[in-house]
């Protein structure tokens, strides 16, 4: 396995995957970081952006975004809402989450993946998932959504939303993350066992 990284080792089988530590998804998170802009198309009609973009109406409308989730909805925070966004035909989910490595986000991985389930799988559905910055709240529950409704890997979410967007979930939400990727794998691995 010379000249392979350990992520690279760790990928080479989905039958031999294993979870990346919270330093190696860390240290993946550091490497080929681009500036990106105020919203990213991250994977097929799936948006994530910074307030600035989510308080941009005619922005989401030119992108034709049908369904918001904010992940940091709150008066102090990024104060949109249902009521900001009732003179169009925008569905939205409000998260009140803060950007705190102790705020516990996992309770809302699967309302979210459905709401987004939903929103693509409604008429020319697009979602845009947003937080103040853009990197860590929404990136989060993205990555939940690719691995709890796509069935990838957090490794995979991560190089695919990177692909596109520079984001950087806190060390909390990336042990949440974790903490998901290890109970999918297992049902994996016992799915897999039971055909």
């Avoid at 089988?13 to 990346?20: L, M, R």
């Avoid at 034709?64 to 009521?83: D, E, M, S």
Wanted: aromatic share 8%.
């Amino acid at each position: 396995m010379a000249g392979k990284s350990v992520l690279e080792v760790k990928q080479a089988s989905k039958d031999k995957y294993e979870t990346p530590s919270i330093s190696e998804l860390q240290r993946l998170l550091m490497v080929n970081r681009k500036s990106t802009g105020h919203v990213n198309e991250v994977w097929p009609n799936i948006y994530i952006g910074d307030a600035y973009a989510a308080r941009d109406k005619r922005t989401l409308l030119n992108l034709g975004i049908t369904h918001i989730v904010n992940a940091a909805q709150g008066i102090y925070q990024v104060n949109t809402g249902a009521k900001y966004y009732r003179d169009t035909q925008m569905h939205y989910l409000g998260i009140e989450a803060d950007d705190e490595p102790e705020f516990d986000l996992s309770p809302f991985f699967y309302p979210t993946a459905k709401f987004i389930s939903a929103g693509l799988g409604s008429l020319q559905g697009k979602v845009f998932v947003n937080c103040a910055m853009g990197v860590s709240r929404s990136a989060t529950l993205v990555l939940a959504y690719l691995m709890i409704c796509k069935n990838l890997t957090l490794l995979d979410a991560l190089k695919a939303v990177c692909k596109h967007r520079d984001v950087f979930p806190n060390s909390g939400f990336l042990s949440q993350l974790r903490q998901l990727d290890l109970a999918l794998t297992l049902e994996r691995r016992k799915e897999k066992e039971r055909q």
